[in-house]
Structure formats: C-alpha cells, structure tokens
C-alpha cells in the first residue's frame, strides 16, 4: 500500500465516493432485517410480547398500512443496496483500472531503463508476465476479491455492535466462533500463500520457456529441439496444475469449516434465543434481526476462505511487481550530469578495467587514446573482450576501474542518452521493430524528415531494393524483418545508424554472414557511413581491417599489439601469424574449389 500509495492518490475522488457508497451498502445491510422484525411483532404476533411500537409515526397506523409501509421498506432497502454496491463497484473498477494504467507504464518505463547486467540474468518471458498478467491479477483481485472483504469486514464490525446492542448474552455466544475461525483460517491461508507464489512463479518459467522457444524458433526446429522444451514446458504445466489444485483444496476446505462453524454459533444462539424469547426476555422479531446478523455477519468469514487464494495470488503477483521497481539501473546518470554538446569525436580509455562477475576480469587496464575520425580495427580471438569495449563506449556497463572519454571528459559526466544519441552503432545481426521500413531507418534519429530517410537509405545502398518492396518505405516489417535477406536487413541498419549523423560509429562484425555481393554492397554503405567519423570496427576478417588507420589485437582483456597493418606484420608478433595463417586458410580454401570434384 505504501508503495502504490502515490498511484491511489491520484484517483482520490473517485474511491472516495466508492468509499461512500460503501459505507451506504453496509447500512443498508445493517437495515435489511428491520422490516421483518416489525413486522413479525407488531402484525404477525402482536400479543405475544408487551412490546410497544417505538416509532409514533408507525405506532398510529392500522397493521395492514403498516404492513403496506413495511414492504415498501424491504423494497427501498434492497434498492439502496443495489445502486450503493452499483456505484461502489464501478467506482473502485474504474479507480483500480487507472491505478493499474499508471503503475505499468512507469514499470515499463522503469524496466526500459534497468541496465544490460539486469537483462543477462532475467529471462524476458518471467518480465512480460510481470507486466502483463501480474498486473491484471492486482487489478482484478482489488476489486473483486479485496473490495467484498472490505465490505464484509465493515458489516461483521458494525453487526457485532448491534447484536450486543439488542442482547449481550446471545452476541458473546456468537462471537465464541471468532477465535477458532481465525486460528483455522490464518492457518491456511499462510499454506494458501505459500503455494500460490510457487505456481506464480511457475506460470512465469512457463512464460520464459515459451518466449526463449517462440523468440527462437528457427534454432529450435534446426536442432529438432521441440520435445525437449515441449518436456520442461510441459513439467512447470502440470506442477502449475498441481498447485492450483492443491490452492483450491485448501480454499474449500477453509470454507467448509467456516460453514460449520457458522451452524454451530447459528444452533447455539437459536436454542438460547428460543428459551429468552419464552421467558419474554425478547422478541421473535429481535431473535430473528439476530440470526440474519448472525448469517450475514459471518459471511465475511466464508468469503475471507473463498477468496483466500486469490489474494494470495494478487499478493505475490504485488510482490513480483515492488521487487522489479526495487531494481536499481546499474549505470544512471551521475549527480551534476550534463547534455553532452556535439562530439568531435576523439576517445580515450584510461586504465580502464572491467568484469561482468566480480570473480573474472574481463578487460585489464586498457588504455588508448583515438582522435577524431581516426578508424581502429580491434581484432583478435573469441572471447577477448572486444564487444565489451565498445559496450562501455556506449555506457551499456561501466568501469570498475579507470575512465572512458570522449573529447577529453568521462562520459559518466555526460548524460547517458546524450551520449548514446551520437554513437551510431551496426551489429552483426541487426534488429528490426515490427514497423514500416521508414519507421525502422528513423529509430536513429526520432525527429528525421521524409528527405532525410531518402538520403539515408541512398547512403546505405538500400534505397533501390526499398523501392521494389510491395509498398516501398511503407512495407511493414515482420519481426526480426525475416522476410529480408541478411544483406538488405543490414542496410536497413546501416540507414538507421546514417540518419544519426554521428561522429563515433561502433561496427560489430557487421559483414559476417554475408555472401560476396551483399558484402560488396553493405561494405559499400559502411564507407560511406563512417566516412570522416571515429570508427571501431570488430572483425575476425583481417582483409576487412588492413586498411584502417590502426589495429588493436586484444587478447584476454589486453591490449597486446597496436599499430598499423605494416607496423604490425614487421613486429612478426600474434597479428602477423593470425594473418598469415588466415591468408594461408583462404588460399588452402580457393585451391580446394578449384580442384576437380
Ligand atoms: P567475439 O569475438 O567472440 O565476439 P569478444 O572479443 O567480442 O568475442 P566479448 O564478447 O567482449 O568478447 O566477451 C569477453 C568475455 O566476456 C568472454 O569470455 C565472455 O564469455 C564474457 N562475457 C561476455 N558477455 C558477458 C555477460 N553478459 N556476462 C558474463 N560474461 C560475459
């Protein structure tokens, strides 16, 4: 409550008047049985008591106009707790669904933010369900599981008063339930708890399943690996069962109990009323006002196990929510962060050193400094640590130790987005939104013109196979853009990161896969785009690298040889063997085609 107490504040009109008409269905619950008691002592058995009609209004009246006015009543009370419970339910409905609105946009808004580390460590099916159907279980249990108990709660109070009002003796035995109630009830419903959360989170591993297998179904049919995750699918669905299962015992047993013992209290009351009534102690009309309290009184009880397991459940799915807006971004813009201006381009990386678990060290005490348009290749073998240099240029991490700067200032003194904003970035294999193509190239500048996009995707050689789609730069995509060859997904991308205009451009093995063509094609594009910026470029094809200004051959976090492509086969160090041997691969491989079948 605390937490979402900022939420509800904001729709504090509209639960005040569902607060209203609450509190209107409760006095009307407690009226309810009046009218039947009146009339059982004053026109039923009129004799049977010394009774005197309290009310001068309705002591005048003949029996057969009072009974008139009496079931009028029935009727105006039974009126006035339908439009109260009418209003209290649309209200809080229309409240707790804005409530729900607001929190899950700032959850995705916050989860937008969380930082890659986050991101390795969760599995994004277990987020979507936090965001989807957690949030519609709070949603949906507020109202109709939370908002009865409130109401029940307020009726069992003000009922108690009133039963003791009318005969202490008789309320003390109705309330000798209570205690055994409650010892039963939170009993299991701690069992109820427990259980619900484990099929919570067995319904999100079922969701993380579905969306790693959905996300990569291609690898998943190559590998023939349906049956396997159909199998672990398949356990967390029938634990699920199970569980569910097991809550919905123990929910009805809860509410078996409190049934027994609601006719317990109901034939003690009813054995000790009869023998009050006959020694003129009360009336029929007030034993009967006690039993139908008794009865609604203790429904809050029977409701309280009915709806035990759901709010369980809303309470672990509140829980799962708090515990993702409790995660910190890992990187965030530091105190005193300032917009950067535009960038020259020059970097610098000062002893940098960096791990991704605090047992292994990833880069060790990197230093370099690039002017402004200079272009470094980082070459060498897997595993070495270059997409993380690069990644902490972009401040997807940041150092443990050491700086990272561009024209001459740590970046943690920039602010993160303006500084992600003037690094224009293509992968290996580039992401394409579920968007129309024009869409797609203006992600890298949101406010882009038509011409702008034009140019871009000139400059990235794709414009003319655009123009051949079905419907141009208004084709929509499919996720992951499947319906494109490799070639022309990534010069979508390379369209995308033009439009930025940027002065440092990260290029990650952003030709591997590619047959001769394409490659001459997307090549092509990458001159064009890194033309006069400061490039990195991260490849394993040394021909791609031998031209750039200078090579960085990182190895284990290191940076154990730099210089130009001359410089460093004259050092006869690890970069010229990796070239020779891989000069010597490629000659080996034109040989063999060559060679007759
Ligand atoms: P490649 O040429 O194969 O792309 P690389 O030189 O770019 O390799 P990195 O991807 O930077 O190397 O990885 C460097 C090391 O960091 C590897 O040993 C890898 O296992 C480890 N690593 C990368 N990402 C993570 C991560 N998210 N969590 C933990 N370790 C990671």
Redesign the pocket.
């Known amino acids: 409550m605390r937490q979402f107490w900022p939420y509800i504040k904001t729709q504090q009109g509209l639960f005040a008047l569902a607060g209203f008409a609450l509190i209107t269905k409760v006095l009307s619950r407690l009226i309810a049985p009046w009218p039947l008691k009146l009339i059982f002592d004053f026109v039923l058995v009129p004799d049977a008591h010394n009774a005197e009609l309290d009310w001068p209004l309705l002591r005048d009246m003949s029996s057969q106009t009072l009974l008139l006015v009496l079931a009028f009543a029935i009727v105006a009370t039974a009126a006035l707790r339908a439009m109260s419970a009418y209003v209290s339910l649309v209200g809080l409905s229309i409240a707790a669904s804005r409530v729900v609105t607001e929190v899950r946009a700032d959850l995705y808004a916050h989860l937008q933010r969380l930082s890659?580390?986050f991101y390795?460590k969760t599995k994004s099916g277990d987020l979507i369900t936090r965001i989807t159907s957690d949030m519609d279980t709070l949603r949906s249990t507020t109202v109709n599981a939370a908002l009865p108990l409130v109401v029940d709660t307020l009726t069992l109070i003000s009922m108690v008063v009133v039963m003791f009002w009318i005969d202490w003796e008789l309320a003390l035995i109705a309330m000798g339930i209570l205690p055994l109630f409650l010892i039963s009830s939170i009993k299991l419903t701690k069992r109820i708890k427990k259980v619900s959360r484990q099929q919570r989170k067995r319904e999100s591993a079922m969701a993380a399943t579905a969306a790693e297998a959905i996300g990569a179904i291609k690898v998943v049919q190559a590998l023939s690996l349906e049956g396997r995750l159909e199998k672990i699918f398949g356990d967390d669905n029938r634990q699920s069962l199970e569980d569910s299962a097991q809550t919905q015992q123990l929910s009805a047993g809860l509410q078996r109990t409190a049934e027994i013992l609601v006719a317990i209290a109901t034939a003690f009351v009813l054995w000790r009323g009869a023998l009050i009534v006959q020694q003129g102690g009360a009336t029929p009309g007030d034993l009967l006002v006690f039993i139908t309290y008794l009865k609604t009184a203790f429904k809050p009880t029977r409701d309280l196990a009915k709806e035990a397991a759901k709010i369980s459940k809303a309470i672990a799915s509140g829980e799962r929510i708090l515990d993702l807006f409790d995660v910190v971004p890992a990187v965030q813009n530091n105190h005193g962060a300032i917009a950067a201006l535009p960038f020259k381009g020059e970097v610098a990386f000062n002893n940098v050193y960096f791990a991704?678990?605090s047992n292994?060290m990833?880069l060790e005490d990197v230093s370099f400094e690039v002017s402004a348009g200079e272009r470094i290749a980082?070459v060498?073998?897997?595993?070495?640590?270059?997409?993380?240099?690069v990644?902490l240029l972009l401040r997807l991490y940041d150092p443990l130790l050491g700086q990272v700067c561009i024209d001459g200032k740590d970046i943690r003194d920039y602010t993160i987005e303006s500084v992600r904003q003037q690094v224009s970035i293509v992968l290996q294999e580039s992401v394409l939104f579920g968007a129309t193509v024009r869409e797609n190239i203006a992600y890298g500048a949101l406010n882009a013109t038509e011409k702008e996009i034009e140019q871009a995707a000139k400059l990235a050689n794709a414009h003319d196979f655009i123009m051949q789609l079905p419907h141009g730069y208004d084709t929509l995509m499919s996720e992951r853009g499947a319906t494109l060859s490799g070639g022309q997904r990534q010069r979508i991308a390379i369209a995308r990161a033009a439009i930025r205009k940027a002065r440092i451009v990260i290029l990650?093995?952003p030709t591997v896969g590619l047959d001769n063509k394409s490659e001459k094609s997307v090549n092509e594009a990458l001159r064009r785009l890194t033309e006069g910026s400061t490039t990195f470029l991260?490849t394993?094809d040394l021909r791609a690298s031998k031209n750039f200004d200078r090579l960085f051959y990182?190895e284990k976090?290191r940076i154990i040889e730099s210089g130009t492509h001359t410089d460093l086969m004259h050092q006869s160090g690890h970069y010229a063997a990796l070239y020779q041997l891989q000069t010597a691969m490629i000659s080996d491989r034109l040989k063999q085609a060559a060679a007759p079948i």
């Open positions: 890659l580390s390795h991704y678990e292994r990833i980082l060498g073998p897997s595993g070495g640590g270059k997409s993380t240099l990644s990650d093995e991260i394993h990182i976090g």
